[in-house]
T-cell receptor
Framework: DAKTTQPPSMDCAEGRAANLPCNHSTISGNEYVYWYRQIHSQGPQYIIHGLKNNETNEMASLIITEDRKSSTLILPHATLRDTAVYYCIVRVVTGKLIFGQGTTLQVKP | GAVVSQHPSRVICKSGTSVKIECRSLDFQATTMFWYRQFPKKSLMLMATSNEGSKATYEQGVEKDKFLINHASLTLSTLTVTSAHPEDSSFYIC??????????????FGPGTRLTVL
């Protein structure tokens, strides 16, 4: 199963863009990259996913490198409510999501 | 957006009793549902995958006789923790996907159930 590597923690100033990196060097051609976040004591919230093209929705943007070995989640204007653990996951063909340790993003005023 | 609910949100039970947790997809039909558990300050760990109308597939190390999963309809899956013990205390989270989009299908998660076994 493709694994992901993320920094354990990051800080971001409120109102600034938060850029969360993820490495997935063993990703296969038909495996998608998914991003979720989990606020304390809640279920994970879906953010965005992509295959090879950059994606944008109302929550975030996802930039995937051309070789697909890494990606970056961008929260364009972070707020205090964006403080959470962010998980980058490669969805395997069976549909399983294998969660790593994620990145704890702390947005500071 | 897709909404998944869980009931109850919290449950406290005595050691040796069984506890049932429900997971419902409220606005879509879920051909596949997943059950996870999460210990404090740890990541989610997949326990099992259930498909509507068939037996669940359990991850290695998860006791299927202890964690009974039933996915009787396209909107409901249940997890029963049988003969619960204090070490079963955890945060149990379900997720659901429609199964219509193949590789690009998205799992939507419930809010979780906090189980405490005394």
């Amino acid at each position: 199963d493709a694994k992901t590597t993320q920094p354990p923690s990051m800080d971001c100033a409120e109102g600034r863009a938060a850029n969360l990196p993820c490495n997935h060097s063993t990703i296969s051609g038909n495996e998608y990259v998914y991003w979720y976040r989990q606020i304390h004591s809640q279920g994970p919230q879906y953010i965005i996913h992509g295959l090879k093209n950059n994606e944008t929705n109302e929550m975030a943007s996802l930039i995937i490198t051309e070789d697909r070995k890494s990606s970056t989640l961008i929260l364009p204007h972070a707020t205090l409510r964006d403080t959470a653990v962010y998980y980058c996951i490669v969805r395997v063909v069976t549909g399983k999501l294998i969660f790593g340790q994620g990145t704890t993003l702390q947005v500071k005023p | 957006g897709a909404v998944v609910s869980q009931h109850p949100s919290r449950v406290i039970c005595k050691s040796g009793t069984s506890v049932k947790i429900e997971c419902r997809s409220l606005d879509f039909q879920a051909t596949t549902m997943f059950w996870y558990r999460q210990f404090p300050k740890k990541s989610l760990m997949l326990m099992a995958t259930s498909n509507e109308g068939s037996k669940a597939t359990y991850e290695q190390g998860v006791e299927k006789d202890k964690f009974l999963i039933n996915h009787a309809s396209l909107t409901l899956s249940t997890l029963t923790v049988t003969s619960a013990h204090p070490e079963d205390s955890s945060f149990y989270i379900c997720s659901a996907e429609s199964g219509l989009a193949g590789f690009t299908d998205t799992q939507y998660f419930g809010p979780g159930t906090r189980l405490t076994v005394l």
